[in-house]
């Protein structure tokens, strides 16, 4: 064999040598890729156990009215249900937060509330009215709906009504274990998102904010009408407080059983991780009746996380519960 021949025998050689290296490497990628592991949920990087579906069930509207009120206190102190947040511009807030002092292991957050939505029975700004003009209707309440609010208020008069109510609480002498939306208003647009996320995390009061790395989450709220752009996806990738995998409420019924039914059936549902789930306890009474068309519906929600029936199904479906004390407890370790 002459020189220049050898030459090239040892140049083919080695790319032969070398594509199959590329080949076997390729092979281990993609076998290293077939068995990484999935990203753990929040529930798991909390130390839940893997594949657990952990719940929140979460009453809110507390302090809105005395009913809801009457109706919250048995069911958080027989640990029926986990969690409740107050509504600070309501009648009766300023009981239930004398009520969560005196009861310091509940856990007991504000439902920031920016939209006063009953016909006759409503409430103004927690702020002074000159403070923040944008986000009052012209008989001086918050607006209606979340859709008004979007239109009329600015991202600075919902942030300092948004301040003005935590700021009322703790000058009450209660500092709240987390905080969450009326009606999403919070959400409703992606200037309030940033608003949200800004205060909670000054003050390390952990807001309900969902993980949006499953695209299915993300089109769930898209679907129901939230406007998740870009902006808000980073927002809440940079969100430095522990988050929910899922939120979600307690569905309607025709009758208590029929509602019983709807309930077990968004249980069966949920995939594993932590979701926070709301419903609106109150009592019966005429005012109850007055105030809201729902209360049929806030009536049953009062009774059925004491029903041996759920309670039985809950242990038959190995629910593990917790709140937001819990979660924040986990999150420091």
């Given at each position: 064999m002459n020189k220049h021949s050898f030459v090239f025998s040892f140049i083919i050689f080695n790319i032969l040598?070398?594509?199959l290296t590329g080949c076997e490497t390729k092979k281990e990628n993609e076998k290293v890729a077939m068995n990484k592991p999935e990203p753990k949920n929040w529930a798991e990087r909390l130390g839940y156990p893997a594949g657990k579906k952990v719940i929140i069930l979460h009453a809110d509207d507390i302090g809105m009215c005395e009913e809801a009120n009457i109706a919250v206190k048995p069911q958080l102190l027989n640990h029926h249900i986990q969690s409740a947040a107050i509504m600070i511009p309501c009648p009766n807030a300023k009981d239930f937060v004398e009520w969560a002092k005196e009861n310091p292991a509940m856990d007991i957050g504000l439902h920031i509330t920016h939209t006063s939505e009953w016909k006759k029975y409503r409430w103004g700004t927690v702020a002074k009215a000159s403070e923040v003009p944008s986000?009052?209707?012209?008989?001086?309440?918050?607006?209606h709906e979340v859709p008004d609010v979007v239109k009329n208020a600015s991202p600075e008069d919902v942030?300092?009504?948004l301040r003005a109510q935590i700021e009322q609480s703790i000058a009450w002498g209660y500092k709240p274990d987390?905080?969450?939306?009326?009606?999403?208003?919070l959400y409703g647009h992606p200037n309030y998102v940033k608003v949200f996320y800004k205060v909670a995390q000054e003050y390390g009061?952990?807001?309900?904010?969902?993980d949006?790395?499953?695209?299915?989450?993300?089109?769930?709220?898209?679907e129901i009408g939230y406007p998740i752009d870009d902006n808000v996806l980073?927002?809440?990738e940079n969100y430095s407080l522990p988050k929910l995998d899922n939120f979600t409420s307690v569905p309607k019924g025709d009758t208590y059983e029929e509602k019983l039914v709807n309930f077990k059936e968004l249980i069966k549902s949920l995939k594993p991780g932590i979701t926070e789930i709301i419903f609106h306890p109150s009592v019966e009474t005429d005012n109850l009746k007055s105030i809201t068309g729902s209360w049929q519906q806030r009536v049953w929600e009062a009774k059925m996380f004491s029903d041996p029936n759920l309670i039985k199904f809950f242990e038959e479906e190995g629910i593990i519960f917790t709140n937001w004390k819990e979660i924040m407890k986990r999150f420091k370790k």
């Amino acid at each position: 064999m002459n020189k220049h021949s050898f030459v090239f025998s040892f140049i083919i050689f080695n790319i032969l040598i070398l594509s199959l290296t590329g080949c076997e490497t390729k092979k281990e990628n993609e076998k290293v890729a077939m068995n990484k592991p999935e990203p753990k949920n929040w529930a798991e990087r909390l130390g839940y156990p893997a594949g657990k579906k952990v719940i929140i069930l979460h009453a809110d509207d507390i302090g809105m009215c005395e009913e809801a009120n009457i109706a919250v206190k048995p069911q958080l102190l027989n640990h029926h249900i986990q969690s409740a947040a107050i509504m600070i511009p309501c009648p009766n807030a300023k009981d239930f937060v004398e009520w969560a002092k005196e009861n310091p292991a509940m856990d007991i957050g504000l439902h920031i509330t920016h939209t006063s939505e009953w016909k006759k029975y409503r409430w103004g700004t927690v702020a002074k009215a000159s403070e923040v003009p944008s986000m009052l209707d012209s008989q001086g309440k918050m607006w209606h709906e979340v859709p008004d609010v979007v239109k009329n208020a600015s991202p600075e008069d919902v942030e300092k009504e948004l301040r003005a109510q935590i700021e009322q609480s703790i000058a009450w002498g209660y500092k709240p274990d987390h905080i969450d939306t009326h009606m999403g208003t919070l959400y409703g647009h992606p200037n309030y998102v940033k608003v949200f996320y800004k205060v909670a995390q000054e003050y390390g009061i952990p807001a309900n904010v969902i993980d949006f790395s499953d695209p299915a989450v993300v089109n769930k709220f898209r679907e129901i009408g939230y406007p998740i752009d870009d902006n808000v996806l980073k927002l809440v990738e940079n969100y430095s407080l522990p988050k929910l995998d899922n939120f979600t409420s307690v569905p309607k019924g025709d009758t208590y059983e029929e509602k019983l039914v709807n309930f077990k059936e968004l249980i069966k549902s949920l995939k594993p991780g932590i979701t926070e789930i709301i419903f609106h306890p109150s009592v019966e009474t005429d005012n109850l009746k007055s105030i809201t068309g729902s209360w049929q519906q806030r009536v049953w929600e009062a009774k059925m996380f004491s029903d041996p029936n759920l309670i039985k199904f809950f242990e038959e479906e190995g629910i593990i519960f917790t709140n937001w004390k819990e979660i924040m407890k986990r999150f420091k370790k």
